[in-house]
């Protein structure tokens, strides 16, 4: 499939930016080829009303060379990527979104910081307000949100409706407590989250902000979420209220663009540390559920960066890496509560993107396949399509490899890790084994071990077993020779203001009583 479809071939669209005539970048459902929307417009409302996903009519090229990436500070290339997507803002608008997002509210000042683990390089992406990779964009989506409303004009108050394994809800929270002209409403599966996790949610501050506990799993909670979004009957009521629905998930284009931004920054940053030589391929392994932020490192290259594999790390609910294996989509299968809850996913929703491009953006192939997920619970792509998910390895790691990688990577090195991101490098180090592979490999470190304390620490000693997840803060500390983060000292004691709970059938229900419809 060309890189770059429609009228202007890639070398002239970059020509063209150079002279400073910026194309406008069009939006499309991945199930309805036929309509376009602008970015802000996409950003705003989250899904398309035939509930496929927003995509880009093609991925655009950097037109900054590698070179010139090298000296950028993390939001230089932010700007330089996310102009080329959302041609739609002003250079003043974007620019503000971005310096509102990646300031003060990062424990440092390179946001995304590399450190070298044995013989990988883990990119940290949890140095935000909620310590975990989900700040790297709900930081600035917010920001994206409220200028795409001004752009067009919207007067309703916008309703961000969203689902969480963990993170995305509480970064979707602070991203929006008290933002003007918004409200936010966070579902999330009671028991399938870690206390920490659930302890950040419920004791979030904000006059704006509501979280509910279903009794279910992720994706109960993401499928109503979905068909929230798909209710006409349900929109047309709140619009006569002044609300409109817009997502957090990373569904949202405003989430996913702004993922894409750190994998360039971290070749960027291993290119002028002179880790590795220009032009040099190498491989990214990224810990696996909705699929999102493993599609961004694909964004990424098919933008212009160097990356050979994309390693796509699953833990035992390994729907992917069973579909990498066969081309057969299947979430029949038992639902496992891991110690890597952010990924206890069986319906990965941005794999549609993915589909939608290796069908050759055939929306209505894709919207068939997409049909046969929802009714059938599996679907099975052509051998064609499977020729084209060359870039794409799975893996995957059980709870007890889960448990040594953390171990193991502790004793050797003295860096404490995270469950998601043990996945990722047990994944990591597993392909390289069976491959022979002996590219440098970037691990995308989505957490910080403080979130999943109790896991993390049983997984170094047992004797922690025993030990309340607040007990182990201080030890963890001692241990890694790391500051307590302030999202954990915040909700030491903290006041619990969030206590609702339903079924997962009664969520519509839930929203109206919250928006008082």
Not at 216 to 234: R, T
Not at 376 to 399: K, N, S
């Amino acid at each position: 499939m060309p890189e770059y479809s429609g009228i202007y071939l890639v070398e002239n669209c970059v020509a063209e930016r150079k002279r400073g005539k910026i194309m406008n970048l069009l939006y499309k459902s991945t199930r309805n080829s036929e309509k376009t929307v602008t970015a802000s417009e996409a950003i705003l409302k989250g899904l398309a009303d035939d509930g496929g996903l927003f995509v880009p009519e093609s991925i655009p090229k950097l037109d900054v060379t590698l070179d010139e990436l090298k000296g950028m500070s993390y939001q230089e290339t932010a700007y330089a990527v996310m102009k080329q997507f959302f041609t739609d803002f002003t250079e003043e608008e974007l620019k503000h979104c971005i310096n509102s997002a990646y300031d003060s509210k990062f424990d440092t000042e390179v946001i995304a910081p590399l450190v070298k683990v044995g013989d990988t390089y883990h990119l940290e992406l949890f140095h935000g307000a909620t310590i975990a990779f989900k700040d790297m964009a709900l930081s600035i989506l917010p920001h994206l949100l409220i200028t795409s409303a001004k752009k067009n004009n919207v007067k309703n108050e916008i309703v961000i409706l969203t689902a969480t394994s963990g993170d995305t809800g509480k970064a979707a929270l602070a991203g929006f407590a008290d933002v003007p002209g918004t409200r936010i409403i966070v579902f999330y599966p009671k028991g399938g989250v870690s206390r920490i996790q659930e302890l950040q949610m419920v004791t979030q501050k904000g006059e704006n902000t509501s979280v509910v506990a279903i009794h279910g799993n992720f994706d109960h909670a993401q499928s109503g979420v979905k068909a929230i979004f798909e209710d006409k009957k349900l929109a047309e009521e709140l619009a006569d209220a002044g609300y409109q629905f817009s997502s957090a998930n990373s569904i949202n284009i405003g989430r996913l663009v702004p993922q894409v931004v750190y994998y360039v920054y971290a070749y960027a940053k291993l290119l002028e540390n002179e880790e590795i030589k220009a032009g040099e391929k190498i491989n990214v392994t990224v810990p696996t559920g909705n699929f999102g932020n493993i599609l961004a490192a694909y964004y990424a290259k098919q933008m212009g960066v160097p990356i050979a594999k994309l390693i796509c790390a699953s833990n035992e609910n390994k729907v992917l890496f069973d579909f990498f294996k066969t081309g057969v989509y299947d979430k029949n299968r038992e639902f496992i509560l891991t110690s890597s809850p952010s990924m206890d996913i069986l319906i990965s929703s941005n794999l549609e993107r993915l589909i939608y491009t290796i069908a050759g953006q055939d929306a209505g192939e894709n919207a068939e396949l997409m049909r046969q997920l929802k009714e059938e619970g599996v679907y099975e792509i052509t051998e064609e399509m499977r020729g084209q998910l060359g870039d794409f390895v799975g893996g995957f790691a059980t709870e007890e490899e889960t448990k040594e990688t953390i171990k193991n990577t502790y004793e050797k090195t003295g860096y404490v890790m995270d469950t998601h991101t043990a996945v990722a490098a047990h994944v990591c180090a597993q392909y390289r084994k069976e491959s022979g592979d002996e590219k440098k490999c970037l691990v995308a470190s989505t957490a910080s071990p403080y979130k999943f304390i109790h896991s993390v620490m049983t997984a170094i000693d047992d004797k922690y077993a025993k030990k309340d997840e607040f007990e182990l803060i201080d030890e963890l500390s001692a241990l890694s020779a790391t500051e307590i983060p302030n999202a954990i000292k915040e909700i030491r004691n903290a006041h619990i203001r969030h206590n609702r709970e339903c079924d997962s059938d009664k969520m519509k229900e839930i929203v109206k009583e919250i928006l008082n419809v």
